[in-house]
Structure formats: structure tokens, C-alpha cells
């Protein structure tokens, strides 16, 4: 529509018009500034100046909002890397920064050919060094993506960080932290049931259907009570010793290795957040002992501490099998499995089904697709290595996959009988 003119918007939406190339003339900007009119994309203000209408800003937000289906790559001596593809929407411009909805970034350098019939369009470009398969590219703008992966990045650790606690505590270590005003147990039960974790709760040796009234519980000796939840592989064990104080139990081995460890941190600084106090982690008996501390936050960072707390139980899983279907824990419904098997009849064909987990349905934090795409690059790492280790006999590929756009990048597994390629997931 636009005939080859470039269309910025300025402040207040006021909409200026001028050449994007050297020679486009005033009836060629007048005839096209009718035509956005006619259809109601702007309005006159103005002898010369034209205001958007709401639909026109839509509109332009659409045409930033760019996306090439790619069709090859290829290297140039001369150039630098270069691609081919279907331009299914927007209008691509030299500066441009895009991803490849996996983590991959580059940033347009040249355009060197679009035909407006076939919305065949060739590019190059810089960066987007793992950029080499056919896929979709989108526009991209860099925002605080730096900042935003480290927030969502595994916390530091080295082998001998807990060195000394791992040969001093021959007991389980206590995770405590006492109640603010305002908080109490009810918080820690309310903020489970909608957590997605793991739990059981007993009382002596039966276990029961659901979380018990905390009068019940304190009405008598409440040890009787245990609550058992598990962040990936790692489990804590809750004591109802007294009312204004919550108490887990967790095995010190959890702080010699890196991934056990992110899920104590996470774990430790949603109790945090959930008592409103500091989270100490120490030896049992040993008051003074203290191993690590994690502090509340700011209840506007309270989203940061689920999300870390959720990407700890992603990046390290803990697998099921039924019927050999195997699938993550929180998605091992049985019905729902025998439902899928008499479709398929084969439990790989289910396996992949079932192994996926969409970052937008599970990250509130950021929505920014290049950072949800490195964040599932290490999800994807964490359930290869989860996969070999409980399933040695069976045969699995992980990748990130940066369609379907609507979910956002999306870590898929499948079972690989021998000599089969992989199968991407399907909707669950």
C-alpha cells in the first residue's frame, strides 16, 4: 500500500510522510496517504499533517511486527551470511534486529531484493551464529535481555562451596523461617495446592486425600503430621512443631551438586517470600551453623521468586512411566494417557506427545521470546540428562523448537526407536 515509502511514527501518533528511497515524488506520497485514508489508517489534522486512527496503529504495530519464513542461508565471501525466504508479514528494514525463536539473534544489514507478488525477500545480515536450518525469523527488539537471563539463570555454584557443611551435618539439616505478622502456616498450604509441586502429607503412617485444617493439626501433637514436597529431584520434609515458625527437613547431599542445589535455592527463597522473613538453612541442633540464608523480596519481584522456583522443577525433572508412555511428572495423568493410547497405540508416539512444555504457558517475568529461547536451551539440557539417567534403556532426542508462535520457544522430547528420526510434539 505503502509503494515503497517508510512510515515512522512520531510523538502524540502524529503520522509523517517521506521518501525511504531518493526519487519517490509528491503525487506517489500523496496518492498513497489517500489510499491509507480510504482505509481509515489515518486522518487529516492538517494541510500536510495526518494523524493515525486507532485501527492504523494497530496496523503499523503489525508491520513492525515482520516475520520471514526462511527458505535457505547461505555464506558469502564477499558479504558475510545471507538468506532467502517468504516474507509473510511486516516490512523489513536494514538495522533491524531479529531471532529465530531458540535464542538466536542477528540484525539486518542489507536488503537486497523483495518482490511485493511472491513476498519473496532477500536479506543479510550479522550475528545469529547458530543460525544455519530453515525456520521463521521475527522482528526483535533488544530490551533488558541480559538482565532478564541472569534473573532466570541457575544460581552460582562450584564443587567446593559447601565443602566442610558436607562432612560436618550427619543429620538432616532444617530449612526455618519465622512468620511475619500476618503469615502463618494457611499461606504455605494455600501457596502449595497452587504451586504445581509435588507433595503428600501424612499423618503417623497414613497418607492423606488432601492438606489438613491447621486447628486440627495444632490441636494435638502436630510431629504426628509430616509434609513431603519435592522440587525435581530433591525432597523436604515439613514438621509442625509450633504455629509461628515453618520447619523442612532436607538432605545436605542436595548442596553437592549443581542441580540439586538450584532446586534448594528455589525452594528456600519461596519460603521466604511466603513467611515474609529471612530463610535460614542449618545444621540441626547447631543453631549457629548456618548454611545459607535467603531473604523475602519485594512483593513485585514475588513473580521472579515462582518463576525460579518453576524453572528449577523444569530444568531438573523427574520422569514417570505408565503403560511405557513415559512423560514429566506433573503430566503423568493415567486416564489421560489410556485416552491417547487408544488413538495411537504406541507409547513412543505418546511420549512425544506428552514431553513439551511451552515457556510462555510457565514464565511470567519476561515474555521476551530470545530470552525464553537460552532459558529453554538450558531446560532442554537439563531433560537429556535426566532422560539418560532414569530411562538407559530407551532412546530419547530433546530440542527447543521456536514454533508454535502462540506458545512461545518450546522444549520437546521424543523416543527414538533405533534408526527412527525424532518426532515433534503434538498438543496434549
Not at 29 to 49: H, K, P, Q, T, Y
Not at 64 to 69: K, P
Not at 206 to 234: C, H, I, M, N
Not at 299 to 320: H, I, K, W, Y
Request: hydrophobic share 45%.
Amino acid at each position: 500500500m505503502l509503494e515503497g515509502l517508510e512510515v515512522p511514527r512520531a510523538v502524540g501518533d502524529l503520522l509523517f510522510l517521506f521518501p525511504a528511497l531518493k526519487e519517490v515524488g509528491r503525487s506517489r506520497v500523496d496518492a498513497s496517504i489517500e489510499r491509507l485514508a480510504e482505509a481509515g489508517l489515518v486522518r487529516r489534522v492538517g494541510n500536510r499533517l495526518w494523524e493515525l486512527t486507532e485501527s492504523g496503529s494497530r496496523w503499523l504495530d503489525e508491520q513492525a511486527e515482520w516475520q520471514i519464513r526462511v527458505a535457505e542461508v547461505v555464506e558469502s565471501t564477499a558479504r558475510g551470511p545471507m538468506l532467502t525466504g517468504t516474507l509473510d508479514r511486516g516490512v523489513v528494514k536494514v538495522g533491524d534486529w531479529f531471532h529465530n525463536g531458540v535464542g538466536n539473534t542477528g540484525r539486518v544489514v542489507a536488503v537486497d531484493r523483495f518482490d511485493p507478488d511472491s513476498r519473496s525477500v532477500s536479506i543479510g545480515f550479522e550475528g545469529a551464529a547458530g543460525l544455519s536450518a530453515p525456520g521463521v525469523l521475527r522482528r526483535w527488539t533488544p530490551l533488558a535481555g541480559d538482565v532478564d537471563e541472569a534473573v532466570l539463570s541457575p544460581p552460582a555454584w562450584d564443587a567446593d562451596m559447601f565443602g566442610e557443611d558436607l562432612l560436618l551435618d550427619g543429620s538432616l539439616p532444617d530449612i526455618s523461617a519465622r512468620f511475619a505478622q500476618g503469615r502463618s502456616w494457611q499461606d504455605v498450604h494455600s501457596l502449595l495446592a497452587r504451586s504445581g509441586l509435588r507433595w503428600e502429607i501424612w499423618r503417623g503412617s497414613a497418607q492423606l486425600s488432601e492438606l489438613p485444617p491447621l486447628d486440627e493439626v495444632f490441636a494435638g501433637d502436630g510431629d504426628r503430621y509430616v509434609l513431603k514436597t519435592w522440587v525435581g529431584p530433591v525432597q523436604f520434609n515439613a514438621h509442625y512443631w509450633v504455629r509461628e515458625e515453618l520447619d523442612f527437613d532436607v538432605e545436605i547431599g542436595a548442596l553437592a551438586e549443581r542441580s540439586r542445589f538450584e532446586c534448594v535455592v528455589a525452594f528456600m527463597d519461596w519460603l521466604a517470600s511466603i513467611a515474609g522473613a529471612g530463610a535460614r538453612l542449618a545444621h540441626e541442633g547447631m543453631t549457629g551453623a548456618v548454611v545459607r540464608v535467603s531473604t523475602p523480596v519485594a512483593t513485585s519481584d514475588e513473580v521472579v521468586v515462582r518463576d525460579r522456583l518453576r524453572l528449577a522443577e523444569l530444568r531438573n525433572p523427574m520422569f514417570g512411566t505408565y503403560r511405557d508412555v513415559v512423560a514429566p511428572r506433573w503430566r503423568l495423568d493415567e486416564s489421560n494417557i489410556d485416552a491417547w493410547l487408544e488413538r495411537h497405540h504406541d507409547p513412543d508416539v505418546v511420549t512425544s506427545v506428552l514431553c513439551h512444555v511451552h515457556l510462555w504457558d510457565e514464565i511470567e517475568f519476561t515474555s521476551d521470546e530470545v530470552v525464553l529461547g537460552r532459558v529453554a536451551a538450558t531446560i532442554a539440557e537439563g531433560w537429556r540428562a535426566a532422560l539418560a539417567a532414569q530411562f538407559p534403556g530407551r532412546a530419547f532426542e530433546v530440542g527447543v523448537a521456536g514454533e508454535p508462535e502462540e506458545h512461545g520457544p518450546t522444549v520437546w522430547a521424543s523416543a527414538v526407536a533405533p534408526h527412527q528420526p525424532a518426532r515433534r510434539p503434538r498438543s496434549a
